[in-house]
Every structure is written in structure tokens, then in C-alpha cells.
């Protein structure tokens, strides 16, 4: 792995693998001006009422659903963004005794298997979204079906997102390559 001004470059990389990382780096840019967008959204709603509370008396009426809705958001969009740096929780126990080569295609494996599960997450979300909308709603801001819907749409970025890294796994397991491994922290 090199470093270029404001670029990493993985020398190993095929064509295959470096258009990848360039799509997963996109989406991973995007993804980080929604979520700083978001929590400054939900940072400057909530201040903006403690102090419009507490010098003015004043409530600003949208600020549970701004605040709720925005974290929600912010949990799942910030899952897919983990997703796209490779820091999500992860437990190596077994996988530090293996060889790189065979490491590879346990992350191969444990792709295949993340994306399963997040695919039934999606499914439950677009269930969620079927309820919610036989359920009559006040009139909110954000109500909670619009929350419902960023089940599918966080849910679709882990899944885009560890598809991505699959194929570049598999094109470095197809080329025999190792790809670079983040250092390991040891705890």
C-alpha cells in the first residue's frame, strides 16, 4: 500500500479490484457528507432548543422527530460507512493463527455470510415499511415510516459495500495475490 497526497494506492491491485475500490470509495465519500450533514443537523436542532428552552421558554415542536429520525439515520448510514473503512467490530481470535492466503478466504466467507443476513435485515425493513403504512400517522415531520425506510437504503449500502470488498478479496484469491491487511492492534 502507498501513499499518494489525499490517495492510497494498493500496488497488487488488478483492474478488477482498483475499479471496485474506486466505486467503494465514491459511495464511501458521499456517505460521510450525508452523516456529517446529518449529525450537524441533529447537534444544532438540539442545541438550538436547550437554549431556546432555557433563556426564551421557547420549543421547537419538531425536535423529537429531527433528533430521533437523525439518529436512526445516522446509526444505519454510519454502519454502511463502517462498512466502507473495514472498522467494523470484528473478532480474530481463529483468524490471527491463519495464514493470509487462508485468512483471505475466510473474509470471503464471512462476506458472503454478512451480506445474507443483512439481505434479511433489508427484507424486514421493507416489511416494516408495509406496516407502517396501513398505521394512520400524525401529522410529523419525520414520521415513522420515512424511518422505516432507511432499513432498506443502509441496509443496501453494507450489502453494496461488502459485496465490493468480496470481489476484491476473490480477484486477489483468483490472481493468487494477498492483498494488504490493516495492522493489527494486538487487543
Request: net charge positive.
Amino acid at each position: 500500500m502507498q501513499l499518494r497526497p489525499g490517495k492510497v494506492v494498493y500496488p497488487d491491485d488488478g483492474q478488477l479490484a482498483r475499479q471496485m475500490r474506486k466505486v467503494d470509495n465514491y459511495l464511501g465519500v458521499i456517505e460521510q457528507i450525508v452523516l456529517v450533514t446529518l449529525m450537524s443537523i441533529v447537534v444544532v436542532v438540539a442545541a438550538s432548543h436547550a437554549i431556546l428552552d432555557r433563556v426564551a421558554h421557547v420549543q421547537i415542536s419538531f425536535k423529537d422527530d429531527v433528533i430521533r429520525g437523525g439518529t436512526f439515520a445516522i446509526a444505519l448510514l454510519g454502519g454502511a460507512f463502517a462498512t466502507h473503512q473495514a472498522r467494523h467490530l470484528a473478532m480474530d481470535l481463529i483468524s490471527r493463527r491463519l495464514s493470509a492466503r487462508a485468512r483471505l478466504f475466510l473474509k470471503v466467507v464471512l462476506g458472503l455470510f454478512t451480506m445474507l443476513i443483512v439481505v434479511l435485515l433489508v427484507r424486514a425493513g421493507f416489511h416494516a415499511i408495509d406496516i407502517e403504512k396501513t398505521v394512520p400517522h400524525e401529522d410529523k415531520l419525520i414520521t415513522p415510516l420515512r424511518i422505516a425506510y432507511l432499513i432498506p437504503i443502509g441496509g443496501a449500502l453494507i450489502v453494496v459495500h461488502t459485496l465490493l470488498h468480496t470481489i476484491i478479496d476473490i480477484d486477489y484469491i483468483v490472481r493468487k495475490k494477498t492483498p494488504p491487511e490493516r495492522m493489527r492492534s494486538g487487543h
